[in-house]
């Protein structure tokens, strides 16, 4: 984690108004945090900092991609992702990041680590299921003829016996429209 000093903002020093700051987030960002499901990275993250005199506003907004298979082909593909999140820094007597939109510090802080809100911010923008462009559009043609190939086809059996029904079944079912 000590490779995550530049996601240290130092507010002391800075004067009440907006500030702007500008990270690349790459695969070494991730690697840090043992998360090692993407296979490339790149993202770019900007954050505005508002210092007022009693508190902190943290503006996240991200956009870039990242490489990821295809939940469907296993294909690699770039997918695009972007996001924003609002982060409220107050003052109080001890550590709390208990809330997702505000953050407590103890009144002798002089700065805070936005790392754990960048990783949390681009791994939630990134949806559940990924789908390459290809398959929703058809264009990759070879991988869907191959899925279509390999997916169970129906079994000649089954439909034998639904038309092989016993005269017996028939006969109930009657009794029951019969009413």
């Known amino acids: ?39 490339a990275v790149s993202v770019k993250v900007d954050i505005v900092l508002e210092k007022k005199s009693t508190m902190l506003e943290l503006d996240f907004k991200h956009k ?9 082909s296993g294909e690699e593909f770039d997918l695009p992702i972007k996001g924003k999140l609002k982060l409220l820094v107050k003052f109080g007597d001890a550590f709390n990041d208990e809330n997702e939109e505000l ?16 990783y949390e911010s681009i791994i939630l923008s990134v949806p559940l299921r990924r789908v390459h462009p290809g398959v929703k559009d058809g264009s990759l043609t070879d991988v ?36």
């Open 144 to 179: 869907i003829e191959k899925l279509e190939s390999l997916s169970p086809k129906e079994n000649k059996k089954e439909e034998q016996q639904n038309n092989d029904i016993d005269p017996r079944w028939e006969n109930l079912k009657k009794l029951l429209t019969d009413k």
């Open 1 to 39: 984690m000590n490779d995550l000093k530049e996601y240290l903002i130092p507010f002391v020093g800075l004067k009440i108004g907006k500030h702007q700051f500008d990270y690349q987030i790459d695969n070494t960002f991730f690697k840090n945090f043992d998360y090692d499901e993407y296979n």
């Open 64 to 72: 870039g991609t990242v490489n990821v298979p295809c939940d469907v």
């Open 103 to 118: 953050l407590i510090l103890p009144h002798g802080e002089f700065q805070v680590n936005v790392a754990q809100y960048i």
